[in-house]
């Protein structure tokens, strides 16, 4: 008698998300735990942005701030970089000079940059603010009235300033991304409440926050399981936005990807290792259930989109 694989069923689905006018790009919409296609419907493959800057990432490791060196002093030219010479998909672009802290750019300032951006790529565009509470509320509402029209994710909407964004976001027509600290209910929260000011929790994408690996990944990987549990098992529809796993910006600041190699010789290249890093978290984030991911090195981001190849 032939083996037959049980198979589970689910009442929920993740909603699909479009992004972009040019070249775009669907994340979401698999009725199935992540990968599971044997199960059900996986519609769309994740996606894969990558991160650039407002500012030169004067922060970032030597190791992935010389990959983009000679173009990361422009975000224009780094966006074009990534699109013409790294086949992106799309960009997520990080208004950290906007921050108080650093250059303190005006709203002004940043809706400028997004509209050249936007005028030299057909890809869809990221934007992010600086994750200054404060600051974001107006930078993102000027970003978002920049970018009318042209279908990007503006983000991110937190509990002190979602009714600012949300409301900004909604106006212009983008998709909105709704970030909470690794706790299931705060995330429920916040999507009910943006929801409620008539935002369409379709155009919605929950970041539950993540971490690297060997800091705290375990548990987010269980935040973003119990998200897509409650999704798809208990149909729960403020738990059905596609989610986001901002990598780079997390993995990129750890010791396992700055401690020089003359200090801990037998961890061995510093290079490898944070390439390591940054496809080793991408990668257990997608299988916790994460359709869009941000990330910064080139061969990191080959890794994983073969890694996503082989499990579709």
Same mark, same amino acid.
């Given at each position: 008698?032939?083996?037959?694989?049980?198979?589970?069923? =689910?009442?929920?689905?993740?909603?699909?998300?479009?992004? $972009?006018? $040019?070249?775009?790009?669907?994340?979401? $919409?698999?009725?199935?735990?992540?990968?599971?296609?044997?199960?059900?419907?996986?519609?769309?493959?994740?996606?894969?942005? =990558?991160?650039?800057?407002?500012?030169?990432?004067?922060?970032?490791?030597?190791? *992935?701030? !010389?990959?983009?060196?000679?173009?990361?002093?422009?975000?224009?030219?780094?966006?074009?970089?990534?699109?013409?010479?790294?086949?992106?998909?799309?960009?997520?672009?990080?208004?950290?000079?906007?921050?108080?802290?650093?250059?303190?750019?005006?709203?002004?300032?940043?809706?400028?940059? *997004?509209?050249?951006?936007?005028?030299?790529?057909?890809?869809?565009?990221?934007?992010?603010?600086?994750?200054?509470?404060?600051?974001?509320?107006?930078?993102?509402?000027?970003?978002?009235?920049?970018?009318?029209?042209?279908?990007?994710?503006?983000? !991110?909407?937190?509990?002190?300033?979602?009714?600012?964004?949300?409301?900004?976001?909604?106006?212009?027509?983008? !998709?909105?991304?709704?970030?909470?600290?690794?706790?299931?209910?705060?995330? !429920?929260?916040?999507?009910?409440?943006?929801?409620?000011?008539?935002?369409?929790?379709?155009?919605?994408?929950?970041?539950?926050?993540?971490?690297?690996?060997?800091?705290?990944?375990?548990?987010? =990987?269980?935040?973003?399981?119990?998200?897509?549990?409650?999704?798809?098992?208990?149909?729960?529809?403020?738990?059905?936005?596609?989610?986001?796993?901002?990598?780079?910006?997390?993995?990129?600041?750890?010791?396992?990807?700055?401690?020089?190699?003359?200090?801990?010789?037998?961890?061995?290249?510093?290079?490898?290792?944070?390439?390591?890093?940054?496809?080793?978290?991408? $990668?257990?984030?997608?299988?916790?259930?994460?359709?869009?991911?941000?990330?910064?090195?080139?061969?990191?981001?080959?890794?994983?989109?073969?890694?996503?190849?082989?499990?579709?």
């Amino acid at each position: 008698m032939a083996f037959v694989a049980p198979k589970e069923t =689910y009442s929920g689905k993740v909603f699909e998300v479009a992004i $972009g006018t $040019g070249k775009t790009v669907a994340f979401g $919409g698999e009725n199935v735990l992540p990968f599971s296609a044997f199960e059900g419907n996986v519609p769309n493959r994740p996606v894969v942005a =990558y991160e650039i800057q407002d500012i030169p990432p004067d922060d970032w490791p030597e190791t *992935v701030r !010389k990959v983009y060196e000679g173009v990361s002093g422009d975000p224009v030219t780094w966006a074009k970089h990534c699109q013409d010479r790294l086949g992106a998909k799309a960009v997520a672009l990080r208004l950290l000079g906007t921050h108080p802290d650093r250059n303190n750019r005006s709203p002004e300032e940043a809706a400028k940059i *997004v509209k050249d951006v936007l005028a030299a790529i057909n890809i869809p565009l990221i934007v992010l603010g600086s994750n200054n509470v404060d600051k974001d509320s107006l930078v993102l509402v000027a970003v978002s009235g920049a970018a009318q029209g042209r279908n990007c994710i503006i983000g !991110k909407a937190q509990e002190a300033n979602y009714k600012t964004i949300a409301a900004a976001a909604m106006a212009n027509n983008h !998709k909105l991304i709704a970030m909470s600290e690794l706790d299931i209910n705060l995330s !429920k929260q916040l999507n009910i409440l943006i929801t409620q000011m008539g935002f369409d929790k379709e155009k919605l994408i929950t970041d539950p926050m993540c971490s690297a690996l060997g800091y705290g990944m375990e548990y987010t =990987y269980s935040v973003m399981e119990r998200i897509r549990l409650a999704a798809l098992t208990q149909n729960d529809t403020t738990m059905q936005p596609p989610m986001l796993g901002d990598v780079g910006m997390y993995v990129w600041k750890v010791k396992e990807t700055q401690a020089l190699e003359a200090d801990l010789p037998k961890w061995g290249s510093l290079e490898e290792r944070g390439i390591a890093w940054e496809t080793a978290t991408a $990668g257990g984030l997608l299988i916790a259930g994460a359709e869009l991911l941000i990330m910064r090195h080139p061969a990191a981001v080959k890794a994983v989109e073969k890694f996503i190849d082989e499990l579709m």
